[in-house]
């Protein structure tokens, strides 16, 4: 397992020395100049490209008032204008808006965006350049979660479950009123790869839920900073030892208006991970875990009857098992799925059937697989993010100070990296809906961001959309030394950064701040930009 255990060194000089008078002419930077919500911080961020997505095999971005498009190799043109955007509003009788609005892609094959914009939801055909679709939306109305099958909204209304049709038709899922009882929301805290609490079938039929029951658990004071005076406000947070909340799933089926509940059983307090609907609509995925989270099921039900089917199978481990990822069924075969799984240290793609067993192993090594972002259009091969090294590069494996992307053939079970870098660098990628084409956000220590156009099958870059220059030149910049220490093993590496200060005497000691974060999910010491030394580590150097 790589341990994201990361150490940041922080020099300050403060008053020590002059680094004035060690700068020559280099600018001095402010607080205004590095920390977010500065009046000139924006200036010393590696230029970008907003909102940019892919819609089909056409990507996007916003360009002042304008939406840009392009394809591949085609030179890149104007989409639609913010007044073409109003002129489509007007027609609809909607108000118009006074910027670009954020765009979501609701179709992956569809020239269409979703915004949000005066208490309404709107679909935008940018080709035709009319509303396609609005929805009528209320200010207390959270979690929303479109389905594009369907064109169903569910969302959630203080503490029940609603949906809204097409047709701006309200039905009630939930009609909860104890105390404590939340439907609809993220539960377990947002744990085990959980961030909301609906889920829609595929074809659009049913919307299975979390229902929470949390009444038994103490209250925690949570401090609120975000007001002039803090103030403590009371949260349900189960403390090691005391009761947790209780949690169920709920099927409600869209054509009878009814409610099915999966009947996972005891014992209550356990966790019910990633929530998986199968093609076929009649079956749902949970990964169970226990409350000491060292033994996980992978359990089918029925979504008809709540019915426990089927243990798939169960991943155990003497310290903690988190599921982070749901069972991801092949495009063109619904009785195989995709599994990740630590079971042998790194993360890494395991191909099952749906009898629970497994098939064979797609992935290894000493390096993780960060996230998958798709199929080709033809599902014969997928695409992955992970710490695997640039087979150009000559660094050891598991280092995650490189990320890169690769295509994987599913049947073959090969795979090669389709970005590449030197020793150091991250590579995020978005795949195109068919799978030929990726949009590579390129950084490194040395590379503020480079954004291009590569080619889904080769290591090919077919454009390239931007080159960001160093937003820190002239100005007076701390050195920034990377290596590796040993843990208390004495064999694993753990990567760190320092940050010296501005114009350093060696033969001086200086105040120094060490900061070490130390749980998972968060690494600090990473292959970008500066190796992601943010404004305040370097104004205080």
Request: charged share 20%.
């Amino acid at each position: 397992m790589i341990l994201r255990i990361n150490i940041l060194g922080v020099l300050c000089a403060l008053a020590l020395i002059n680094p004035l008078s060690m700068m020559g002419q280099d600018k001095q930077f402010t607080l205004h100049d590095l920390i977010p919500g500065g009046k000139t911080q924006s200036r010393f961020v590696p230029r970008n490209l907003k909102q940019l997505q892919w819609c089909g095999d056409t990507y996007l971005y916003v360009k002042g008032d304008s939406m840009m498009s392009g394809e591949s190799t085609k030179a890149v043109k104007v989409a639609f204008t913010r007044q073409q955007l109003n002129e489509a509003l007007a027609v609809v009788g909607a108000q118009s808006v006074g910027g670009m609005p954020f765009f979501s892609v609701p179709y992956k094959d569809q020239p269409v965006l979703a915004f949000n914009a005066k208490h309404h939801r709107f679909h935008y055909d940018f080709v035709e350049n009319r509303i396609v679709s609005m929805y009528d939306l209320n200010g207390s109305w959270e979690n929303l979660d479109f389905c594009p099958a369907n064109g169903y909204l569910a969302f959630t209304e203080e503490d029940n479950l609603k949906i809204l049709s097409p047709d701006n038709a309200v039905s009630i899922v939930t009609d909860e009123t104890a105390e404590g009882v939340v439907c609809g929301k993220s539960v377990h805290q947002n744990e085990f790869g959980i961030h909301k609490g609906t889920f829609w079938s595929p074809n659009g039929s049913a919307l299975a839920f979390y229902r929470m029951d949390e009444s038994m658990v103490t209250d925690y004071p949570f401090v609120d900073i975000t007001a002039r005076c803090a103030k403590a406000e009371p949260h349900k947070y189960p403390m090691a030892g005391m009761k947790s909340h209780e949690v169920t799933v709920g099927v409600y089926n869209l054509a009878t208006g009814k409610t099915v509940w999966l009947k996972t059983g005891l014992p209550k307090e356990k966790y019910l991970t990633n929530i998986t609907w199968s093609p076929d609509e009649k079956s749902i995925y949970i990964a169970e875990l226990n409350r000491d989270q060292n033994e996980m099921h992978l359990v089918r039900y029925s979504a008809l009857t709540g019915d426990k089917e089927v243990d798939l199978f169960t991943e155990k481990n003497e310290h903690y098992v988190e599921p982070q990822h749901p069972v991801l069924f092949l495009p063109n075969n619904p009785d195989q799925f995709i599994w990740q799984s630590r079971r042998d240290g790194y993360n890494h793609l395991y191909l099952y059937n749906t009898k629970g067993e497994q098939l064979k192993q797609l992935t290894e090594g000493e390096w993780e697989v960060l996230d998958i972002l798709g199929f080709d259009v033809k599902g014969k091969a997928l695409f992955f993010s992970s710490t695997r090294p640039s087979m150009l590069s000559s660094f050891s494996y598991g280092d995650a100070l490189y990320v890169g992307t690769s295509r994987l053939d599913l049947k073959k079970g090969t795979s090669y990296e389709l970005t590449s870098g030197g020793l150091q660098g991250v590579h995020a990628t978005q795949l195109s809906a068919s799978g030929k084409y990726l949009i590579d956000s390129y950084s490194a220590p040395d590379v503020p961001r480079e954004i291009s156009i590569i080619d889904g099958q080769k290591r090919e870059t077919l454009r390239t959309l931007l080159t960001a220059k160093n937003p820190y030149e002239g100005y007076a910049m701390p050195e920034i030394v990377t290596g590796k220490i040993k843990a208390a093993d004495g064999v694993t590496n753990l990567n760190f950064r320092l940050v010296k200060p501005v114009g350093l005497d060696e033969t001086k000691k200086y105040p120094t701040i060490v900061y070490v974060y130390g749980g998972p999910h968060a690494q600090l010491v990473t292959g970008g930009w500066k190796n992601g030394v943010g404004g305040w580590d370097i104004y205080m150097a």
